[in-house]
């Protein structure tokens, strides 16, 4: 069957320090990956995306990598500040290339706490 | 520049009773619309999408429709509510774009929907 993901545990950091969160898919092989953020009660944001051709995207202090072998995207944020503390969504497209939908099919979030 | 209005925030409704959520979006015509829905501790599960107007695609079997009467109007909806239709619904827009797969999601803020 087809699966996201991410860790379900939360990932606990002092502040400065990377935060490396992960995605793991299976019977998927996406053409991009997206990673959003999503504060508790709203809705996600949408912060990166990374094509299969891409082997990293950055933007500022976030990067992403996509390893298509491994089946597996690392969010990483350098430099953490407890304003980062969020859940972090990965999300992959299901669906046929050219089609008129892109159907985002997302993993259940890890929620990551950057302590002061 | 584009919105995406949701409402109602929150939303406590008997078992049994109907139930109407609306969201619009502004600023973009013919969106992809979507209905997400978010329970307590897992990830956003697909329940509708819609490419045009009285365009609707249902993911999974369930007590809700949604419809499209407008362009950028998306209404979900259920005649008699069921305990486990409680959870966080999201309603998203993206661009169309025939043969691109990259367009990120814009998410509303959201309605709390609790069935007692």
């Known amino acids: 069957s087809q699966k996201i993901e991410q860790n379900s545990e939360a990932l606990n950091i002092q502040e400065g320090k990377t935060a490396t969160l992960t995605c793991n898919y299976t019977?998927?092989?996406?053409?991009?990956l997206q990673w959003y953020r999503q504060d508790p009660g709203r809705g996600p944001v949408f912060l990166l995306l990374?094509?299969?051709?891409?082997k990293e995207k950055r933007k500022e202090r976030l990067k992403v990598t996509f390893d298509t072998t491994l089946k597996q995207s690392l969010f990483h944020i350098t430099a953490s500040q407890p304003a980062d503390s969020a859940t972090y969504l990965c999300?992959?497209?299901?669906?046929?290339?050219?089609?008129?939908?892109?159907?985002?099919?997302f993993g259940t979030g890890t929620l990551l706490a950057v302590q002061p | 520049s584009q919105t995406i209005h949701q409402w109602p925030a929150t939303l406590v409704q008997p078992v049994g009773s109907p139930l109407s959520l609306e969201c619009t979006v502004e600023?973009?015509?013919?969106?992809?619309l979507y209905w997400y829905r978010q329970a307590a501790g897992r990830g956003l599960q697909l329940l509708f999408y819609?490419?045009?107007?009285?365009?609707i695609s249902s993911e999974v079997p369930q007590n809700l429709s949604a419809s499209r009467p407008q362009d950028r109007q998306f209404i979900l909806s259920s005649k008699k509510l069921l305990l486990s239709d409680s959870g966080f619904y999201l309603c998203?827009?993206?661009?169309?774009?025939?043969?691109?797969?990259?367009?990120?999601?814009?998410f509303g803020s959201g309605t709390q929907l609790s069935v007692l």
């Open positions: 998203a827009w993206s661009a169309l774009r025939w043969g691109a797969r990259g367009e990120k999601l814009f």
């Open positions: 019977n998927y092989s996406p053409a991009y």
């Open positions: 990374i094509r299969e051709n891409e």
């Open positions: 999300a992959l497209v299901s669906g046929l290339y050219g089609g008129a939908t892109n159907k985002l099919i």
């Open positions: 600023g973009t015509s013919n969106p992809n």
């Open positions: 819609s490419v045009g107007i009285g365009q």
